[in-house]
């Protein structure tokens, strides 16, 4: 049974940081696409980042670029999310996901198996 687990966030000031983690257990990590996602307040959920299988493929909407960065390490079947430069408009519940597919996608529609979500407020 595939699990995904999120942690990391909190309560940031503006051009701070976070460093989120997605632990994933029941699969083989190595296997699978992980996207992160974040939902703001009475918005729809939108892709972040997402990561190849292998890890040597990213990609990143644009909002988010040079200053989120993804990484995996397939080992300790974890996927991280490095925020920094953090702005008010990154609030939201971050959520990762993971499908069996090659490739790179932020599409939620890509993806099947989701985490419970870690809030993110960044506010002074």
């Given at each position: ?5 999120e942690s990391g966030g909190g309560l940031v000031q503006p051009r701070g940081s976070l460093r989120l983690s997605c632990e ?101």
């Amino acid at each position: 049974q595939l699990q995904l687990v999120e942690s990391g966030g909190g309560l940031v000031q503006p051009r701070g940081s976070l460093r989120l983690s997605c632990e994933t257990s029941g699969i083989r990590l190595s296997y699978y696409r992980i996207g992160w996602f974040r939902q703001a307040p009475g918005k729809e959920r939108e892709g972040v980042s997402c990561i190849v299988p292998g890890g040597s493929t990213t990609e990143y909407a644009d909002s988010v670029k040079d200053r989120f960065t993804i990484s995996r390490d397939n080992t300790s079947n974890t996927v991280y999310l490095q925020m920094n430069s953090l702005k008010p408009e990154d609030t939201g519940v971050y959520y990762c996901a993971a499908v069996w597919k090659i490739g790179c996608s932020i599409e939620v529609r890509e993806f099947r198996d989701w985490g419970q979500g870690t809030q993110v407020i960044v506010s002074s």
